[in-house]
């Protein structure tokens, strides 16, 4: 992919690489049920009462690698307080996601979006996409494009959500 390109066409569309979302008006997020890599159907609306992190991925994302694995040392960090992470591949089948997590060492459950009905409920428009969505199942902060650094603004937000 020609990233000078990408820029250019996310300067256009007034979206920037790392660019995020904070909801001015939280709203309910779109409700899915995915199938895990281990086989279990997910629902969204199970993890009610918890602060949920999703993020949204592809084998072939090179800056999805990057947050997959700051995503995995934030689950690490915070899964006792309460986070629940979900890794949700856009565009692989089984076997690549399930190699892709294994090779990146993920320590939270990752779902396979097949027929990408949750990557179009959530407005999918470029990779990667994180959402950080609060204890009510409202959506609180979306953060698109990723570079080391930007996992510490998440936290920053996640922390807040926790907290509250």
Known sequence: MNWALLSVALSISGVSAGAAEPAAAPSLAPDFTLRSLTGDNLRLSEYRGSVVLLGFWARWCGDCRQAMQALNEVHAKYERAGLVTLGIDVDDTDEQAAAMARSLALNFPVLVD????????????????????????????????????????????LRQLLNE
Do not use: C, N, W
Request: aromatic share 10%; no cysteine.
């Open 114 to 157: 097949t027929y990408k009905t949750a990557s179009s409920s959530f407005d999918l428009k470029s990779m990667p996409l994180l959402v950080l969505i609060d204890r009510e199942g409202q959506i609180r902060y979306r953060h698109i494009g990723f570079e080391r650094g930007h996992e510490i603004k998440i936290t920053e937000h």
